[in-house]
C-alpha cells in the first residue's frame, strides 16, 4: 500500500521525460512482452489446433471405417443366413421333388418365420422353368427364367448359389435374389428365394451403432442396391468415387452442408459395397469441439494481454521511480560540480563586484558636498556604463550556472557538439582554467554533422570527465586534449589527461556509484556513474583507457542517428 502511495506521488514535473516518453516507452513494452509471451502461445494455439484437426480426421477415418465394416460384416451375415435356410431347406430329406404348392406354401411360411425379408420361393427345373411357386405373384409359376442372368450364373459357376444384384425383373419392384442350387442324379434342380431390400435395409439401420452416420449399399459399377430416401432410391448411380479394386478405403466430398466424409467396405458373399457416410451434425457454434477450442484459446489470450498491459502499466511505474532516483542523483551530482568549481565562479564574480563597488564609492564622493567636486554629465554616463556592463556580467555567469543546475526534460535535439564541448570549457570552466596550470588543447574534427542530444546532460558529462581531469593533473602542470572525431554512424568525444593515471583495479571499478580515488571530503564518487547512465540513456557508451603515471582517456561513443 505505501509503495502505491509512493507511486501516486510521483508526479510528471518530477522526472526527467515527458509523459509521451513514458507512453511510448508503456507502448514498446507491451510489443516486447507480447512477442515475447504472446507470440509463442499463438504458436502453440495453432499447433495443438491443426494437431487436433489431424487428430479428429485419424479418429473420423477409424469411426467411419469400423462402422462400415461392422454394418458390412451384418450383412454378410445376413445374406449367409438366407442362403443357409435355403440350402437347408433343399438339402432336408421330406423337400420332394418337384414340391406341390402345398409344400412350397408351407416352406415359404417357415422361410418367413425366420425373417420376414422372404416375399416368394420358386422351384426350377433343369429347363429354367419354375415348376412350383409360393407367394404374393401365382402368375410367375410355369415361367421360364433361362435367359436371366442369374440362373445363367448359376448353372455355370462353380458355387451352388447366388445372390444377385437388385433388379426389376417381372414384377417391376425393387428386390434381389438368392438361389441354391444342386444336382440330383443327372438333373440340375434350383430353390430361389426373392427378398424385400428395404426390410434388409431396416435390419442395418436397426444394427446403427451411431447416429452421426448413414449408410448405403453400392454394386461393383456403382449402383444404389440399399440407400436411404435422403441420399437416393434403388438403381439411382452413386457419385461417390468407391474403388472397386480395394477392400476398404476412406475419402471425402463437398456437399451443400459442407466438407462430409466417407469410408467403404466391399461384402464377402456378393459384389456390393457397404458406405458409412458423415451426417452434418446440427450443433451450435458453442457445440463444435474445434470451436470450444478456439474460444478457450481467445480466452487464454485475453488474460495473457490483460496481464502483459497490467505489467507494462507497473513497469512504467517502476521506471518513472528508477528514472526519479536518477534525476536526483544527477542532480547531486550537478550540485556537487558546482560546489568543486566554487572557488573559480567566486573569482569570476568578485571581479564585477569589485569594479561595481569602486565605481558606485566614486559616484558617491562625487555627490558629497565636502569634497567639493562635481561630475560631468559624460563621464557620469561612463560611471554608470561600467557598472551596468559589471552586472550584467554577474547575471551572465549566475545564469550559465543555474541552467546548467536547474533539473530539465531530457529533450532530445540536433546540436554541434563543438558548441556544447566550448560552452563548458569557456563559460563553466573559464575562470578555474585561467589560475591553473593546466593547458586545454582542442583537436576538432570540423566536417561532423549535428548530433541528436540533450545539450545538458551532455554538458554535465563532460564537466564531471574535465573535472576529474584536472583533479588527476592537481596542482602540476599538464594538459587536457579534447579532441573529436567519427566512427561509423557515431561520433567520438575523446577526453585525454595527463595525470596520474588509474590501475587495472581501479578502472574495473571506475563506473559504480560512490566509487571515488580522491582523497576523503573531496569527491562524491557519483560523477561518472552519472555520467555512464545519462550516456547509456542518449543510446552511447562511454570507453576509458588508463595508464599509471601516463593518463587517462576517457571516450563518448554517441550514435548520430
Known amino acids: 500500500m505505501a509503495k502505491a502511495k509512493r507511486q501516486q506521488a510521483i508526479s510528471i514535473e518530477s522526472l526527467p521525460f515527458n509523459a509521451e516518453h513514458y507512453r511510448e516507452w508503456r507502448r514498446r513494452q507491451i510489443i516486447r512482452m507480447a512477442v515475447t509471451y504472446l507470440a509463442p502461445l499463438v504458436i502453440l494455439i495453432f499447433y495443438f489446433h491443426f494437431r487436433y484437426i489431424g487428430l479428429e480426421e485419424d479418429n473420423r477415418r477409424v469411426h467411419l471405417g469400423a462402422i462400415a465394416e461392422h454394418q458390412a460384416n451384418i450383412l454378410d451375415l445376413f445374406l449367409s443366413e438366407r442362403r443357409v435356410n435355403l440350402a437347408n431347406l433343399i438339402d432336408h430329406p421330406r423337400f420332394s421333388i418337384p414340391p406341390s404348392s402345398e409344400d412350397m406354401n408351407e416352406y415359404l411360411g417357415d422361410l418367413r418365420r425366420v425373417s420376414d425379408a422372404f416375399i416368394d420361393l420358386g422351384f426350377f427345373d433343369s429347363s429354367g422353368v419354375q415348376v412350383s411357386y409360393a407367394g404374393p405373384h401365382t402368375s410367375l409359376e410355369s415361367r421360364d427364367y433361362r435367359d436371366e442372368d442369374w440362373f445363367s450364373k448359376l448353372r455355370g459357376r462353380t458355387e451352388n448359389f447366388v445372390i444377385t444384384d437388385i433388379y426389376l425383373g417381372f414384377r417391376q419392384q425393387p428386390h434381389f435374389t438368392i438361389a441354391v442350387?444342386?444336382?440330383?442324379?443327372?438333373?440340375?434342380?434350383?430353390?430361389?428365394?426373392?427378398?424385400?431390400?428395404?426390410?434388409?435395409?431396416?435390419?442395418?439401420?436397426?444394427?446403427?451403432?451411431?447416429?452421426?452416420?448413414?449408410?448405403?449399399?453400392?454394386?461393383r459399377s456403382g449402383a444404389y442396391q440399399l440407400v436411404n430416401e435422403t441420399l437416393g432410391h434403388p438403381l439411382d448411380m452413386c457419385l461417390l468415387p468407391v474403388s472397386a479394386d480395394e477392400p476398404s478405403g476412406f475419402g471425402s466430398f463437398k456437399s451443400e452442408t459442407g466438407l462430409r466424409h466417407y469410408s467403404f467396405w466391399w461384402m464377402n458373399n456378393t459384389d456390393w459395397a457397404l458406405i458409412a457416410q458423415s451426417v452434418p451434425g446440427a450443433q451450435s457454434i458453442l457445440g463444435s469441439p474445434q470451436s470450444r477450442t478456439l474460444m478457450v484459446s481467445a480466452a487464454l489470450l485475453l488474460v495473457a494481454v490483460v496481464v502483459i498491459v497490467n505489467r507494462a502499466g507497473k513497469l512504467v511505474a517502476q521506471q518513472k521511480e528508477t528514472d526519479q532516483t536518477r534525476a536526483q542523483l544527477e542532480h547531486a551530482a550537478k550540485l556537487a560540480s558546482v560546489g568543486e568549481l566554487a572557488s573559480g565562479i567566486a573569482h569570476e564574480i568578485n571581479n564585477p563586484l569589485a569594479v561595481i563597488t569602486e565605481e558606485s564609492g566614486l559616484l558617491m564622493d562625487y555627490m558629497d558636498p565636502r569634497f567639493g567636486h562635481k561630475l560631468g554629465e559624460k563621464e557620469l554616463h561612463e560611471r554608470l556604463d561600467t557598472i551596468q556592463k559589471s552586472a550584467f556580467r554577474c547575471r551572465d555567469i549566475t545564469r550559465k550556472l543555474l541552467r546548467f543546475v536547474r533539473k530539465t526534460d531530457f529533450d532530445l535535439q540536433e546540436h554541434d557538439v563543438h558548441t556544447i564541448i566550448d560552452g563548458v570549457i569557456d563559460d563553466l570552466l573559464g575562470p578555474e582554467i585561467e589560475v591553473s596550470k593546466i593547458r586545454v588543447k582542442r583537436n576538432y574534427d570540423q566536417s561532423l554533422p549535428k548530433l541528436p542530444t540533450d545539450t545538458n546532460q551532455l554538458q554535465q558529462v563532460i564537466l564531471n570527465i574535465i573535472n576529474n581531469a584536472s583533479d588527476a593533473i592537481g596542482d602540476a602542470i599538464g594538459q587536457i586534449t579534447i579532441s573529436t572525431s567519427r566512427r561509423g554512424k557515431k561520433i567520438l568525444i575523446s577526453i585525454q589527461d595527463t595525470g596520474c593515471g588509474m590501475s587495472p583495479e581501479q578502472l574495473h571499478k571506475v563506473f559504480m556509484p560512490f566509487f571515488t580515488t580522491k582523497e576523503v571530503g573531496k569527491g562524491t564518487g557519483l560523477g561518472l556513474s552519472v555520467s555512464y547512465g545519462i550516456v547509456r540513456g542518449l543510446g552511447g557508451e562511454i570507453e576509458v583507457e588508463s595508464t599509471i603515471d601516463v593518463g587517462t582517456t576517457f571516450t563518448l561513443v554517441l550514435p548520430i542517428r
Open 181 to 219: 442350387s444342386r444336382t440330383v442324379g443327372a438333373r440340375f434342380l434350383v430353390l430361389r428365394a426373392t427378398l424385400d431390400p428395404a426390410r434388409m435395409y431396416e435390419y442395418i439401420e436397426s444394427q446403427q451403432m451411431a447416429g452421426d452416420v448413414i449408410t448405403c449399399i453400392i454394386n
